[in-house]
């Protein structure tokens, strides 16, 4: 979670100093949905989301350089400097992406559950999104199939509690948003989503549920961002009193609670560990900048099957 939060942090500073652009969008404040997550299922299950999507790869094991090489738009990123800030892909760690249309990536999570379902394996796959995402149709259909299908996915909507600058209660009646899953009969359940141990558990649930056959959960992870929806956004739409509000409840803080009550680490350690992370995150940044731009004949690699269409490579 830490090495989420300041790869998070120093982002949002290279952004501001202008050293890469596109949209940019962080992802403080939410970490416990990645870390939580990613605790409680398998290295073979699936992993996809939308555009907030530095901290999921970073959960999976991404190393932090290639992360932020492609920050950079490098060759050595992890779309090859071709996805930047909103489309990090991994085929090794089964994470597959980021996804700039809004609720794109939903019928895809249903669809890597099927094919895992079809192969008769008994992986699982977590599809996040956003509390604005669910407003598409595609969330209704992706959720009707998977019930009916018994798909072995978990859909967590990351409830941030703002689509973009609109609050949740102005684009909906239903604000709990978990109850929509009740529309199919899907188990769903609301999440606190500050607490790392409270998302362990209930994706922990959730995936047993899906290995067992039994199909598809859908749980509202109620979290906060500290930023705005991206570097661009001035979050003039809420007061500072609540956003104080949800930084006093920091899930990072509640974790470092746990760990010094119980003793699992001294503060030295505590402090080892901090400064080796931060170690991570400008190491991260040197490589980022001595790697190589694309080259330009690379423009048309990875759009075809290359065997299909040999003409590209003339």
């Known amino acids: 979670m830490q090495l989420m939060r300041r790869f998070e942090e120093k982002a949002g500073q290279l952004y501001i100093q202008q050293k890469f652009g596109g949209f940019c969008h962080l992802y403080i404040g939410q970490e416990a949905l990645v870390a939580g997550a990613v605790s409680a299922i398998t290295k073979d299950d699936n992993m996809i989301t939308a ?6 790869p970073l959960g999976r094991g991404m190393d932090p350089k ?3 090489a492609e920050l950079y738009g490098k060759s050595t990123g992890c779309s090859k400097g071709k996805g930047g800030s909103m ?3 991994s085929k090794e760690l089964k994470y597959f992406g980021g996804h700039g249309i809004v609720g794109g990536q939903i019928p895809l999570g249903a669809g890597l559950a099927f094919a895992d379902k079809y192969n008769k394996n008994k992986n699982v796959t977590l599809c996040y999104m956003g509390d604005g995402a669910i407003r598409q149709g595609a969330f209704h259909e992706a ?5 009916s299908w018994k798909l072995p996915v978990i859909y967590i909507i990351e409830n941030n509690k703002y689509a973009m600058g609109t609050s949740v209660a102005r684009t909906s009646n239903v604000t709990d948003l978990y109850k929509l899953g009740h529309a199919y009969e899907m188990p769903s359940f609301k999440v606190d989503g500050m607490s790392c141990e409270t998302v ?7 995936a047993a549920r899906a290995r067992k056959g039994d199909g ?11 930023k705005g929806h991206s570097m661009s956004d001035p979050r003039k739409y809420r007061t500072k009193e609540e956003e ?3 930084i006093n409840h920091d899930p990072i803080e509640k974790v470092l609670s746990v760990i010094r009550k119980n003793k699992y680490a001294t503060e030295k350690e505590i402090e080892a560990i901090f400064s080796e992370i931060n170690m991570q995150v400008e190491d991260a940044v040197k490589f980022a900048e001595e790697s190589p731009l694309p080259a330009p004949e690379d423009m048309f690699l990875d759009v075809y099957e290359q065997e299909d269409y040999p003409f590209i490579k003339d």
């Open 51 to 56: 555009y907030r999507n530095h901290a999921h």
């Open 143 to 147: 959720l009707n199939m998977s019930m």
């Open 87 to 89: 489309h990090f892909f």
């Open 216 to 226: 598809p959960t859908l749980l509202e992870i109620e979290t906060y961002r500290y």
């Open 66 to 68: 290639v992360a932020m």
């Open 200 to 206: 362990h558990r209930a994706v922990e649930e959730a």
């Open 244 to 246: 104080q509000e949800y």
